[in-house]
């Protein structure tokens, strides 16, 4: 394959001494040689997030002599992200993601140029942002921008190099359609409804797991811009850690897609409407009121349960409620609430909570559909508790 850069932008590139000694065993591989590495410098890659799937990603972009790496994250550094986030530290908690990592890339590689928005990437963004740049990473886990990425990458025929990770599970492939293979939509032409998926925060990662995905989008990058290699162009990578098994799937284009088909009916940006968590109550496919209580509603109410008994229904899984929990709590995990019914009293008022109200919010669709008429749901869920109420209840 030949390089996504064109020979302009690189043919004025030239390597310091000090370069030659960085890459210097880059430079000694006959398929980078001093020439690949000056496109390298030449380059510049969009990373899509700086967080699990990001940290790798940009730290190993600086690390090989990409020489121009823009980060786009509007989050902040959080206690729980340390676990698989290697682009930050202890000292960097409460500090903005582009902040933190742009310190960690400099220190990395201080010939790199870092740009970093510390801003959503929305469609009325996305094309600005990305503009300058030969190719675009998406390292973030939520929908809206997965699917921006891809429809904007398609509309400025630049590749997109996706990952995705859950638990032990992670997925990496090039979405070029210019490049002869399908877009993202080709495979999921629309986002699923909001509820049939896990939360974002909710359904877990092993830590390494990040490391590996991202490595390898990393990877898939450094090829394209030095035109080596069989890029994963028109195929999907699979990884299982558990079985430590890699299995690759064959990826087909849609005539029909609504972006890259024959007749594309998306022409430009347009915002992806999707929740991370689930439903919101004006979301709620019910016809039934759901009521929603904050966290101070709660804490009120337990301290009166003597006076007016409820249940407290806790609908994460048992391994989050080794976490942290909330006493006097009942634990029914919302998979197996649908036949765990008959454990609750129907007459007895209810409240509900889970990790962020994602979850509580389905049960209490549940419950109220059921019959159950004094249940509510705890917006925020304990996560908002523990920030707001008592910080002694672990965030996670």
């Not at 043919?11 to 398929?31: K, V």
């Not at 992806?272 to 019910?286: G, K, M, N, R, V």
């Amino acid at each position: 394959m030949e390089s996504i850069l064109k020979d302009t932008a690189w043919a004025g590139i030239e390597l310091e001494s000090a370069e030659l000694s960085r890459y210097a065993r880059h430079i000694t591989i006959p398929d980078v040689g001093l020439d690949g590495q000056r496109k390298l410098k030449a380059a510049s890659v969009l990373c899509i997030g700086a967080g699990g799937l990001g940290s790798p990603i940009a730290l190993y972009l600086a690390a090989a002599g990409i020489g121009h790496i823009g980060i786009v994250d509007d989050d902040e550094v959080e206690f729980s992200n340390l676990q698989r986030q290697i682009i930050h530290g202890q000292s960097d908690i409460g500090r903005s993601k582009i902040d933190s990592a742009t310190d960690s890339l400099r220190e990395v590689n201080p010939g790199v140029t870092v740009k970093t928005f510390r801003k959503r990437f929305l469609a009325e963004n996305a094309a600005e942002i990305a503009a300058p740049y030969d190719l675009i990473i998406d390292g973030t886990d939520n929908f809206p921008t997965r699917y921006l990425s891809n429809d904007l990458a398609v509309l400025s025929q630049k590749p997109n190099i996706y990952g995705s990770i859950f638990r032990f599970e992670g997925q990496v492939s090039v979405f070029a359609p210019h490049l002869g293979g399908p877009c993202y939509r080709c495979l999921f032409p629309t986002p699923p409804e909001p509820g049939q998926v896990p939360s974002c925060a909710e359904g877990g990662v092993l830590g390494v797991l990040p490391g590996i995905v991202g490595s390898l989008q990393a990877n898939e990058a450094i090829k394209l811009l030095l035109g080596i290699g069989d890029p994963l162009v028109g195929r999907l990578v699979h990884f299982d850690a558990l079985k430590f098994r890699f299995r690759e799937i064959k990826l087909r284009r849609d005539p029909e897609c609504a972006v890259c088909g024959e007749n594309p009916t998306i022409t430009k940006l347009q915002p992806i409407d999707f929740q991370c968590d689930l439903p919101t109550i004006e979301q709620a496919p019910t016809e039934t009121e759901l009521k929603e209580i904050s966290v101070q509603d709660l804490s009120a109410r337990m301290e009166k349960v003597a006076e007016a008994p409820f249940v407290l229904l806790d609908v994460r899984e048992p391994a989050e409620a080794d976490i942290c929990r909330l006493p006097g709590s009942t634990l029914i995990p919302l998979g197996t609430l649908p036949e765990s019914l008959d454990q609750l009293d129907r007459e007895a008022e209810i409240i509900i909570h889970c990790k962020a109200g994602g979850r509580s919010l389905q049960a209490l669709q549940i419950l109220t559909e059921a019959g159950f008429s004094k249940a509510s749901h705890v917006a925020g869920g304990i996560n908002a508790w523990s920030r707001e109420i008592d910080s002694s209840v672990a965030l996670y």
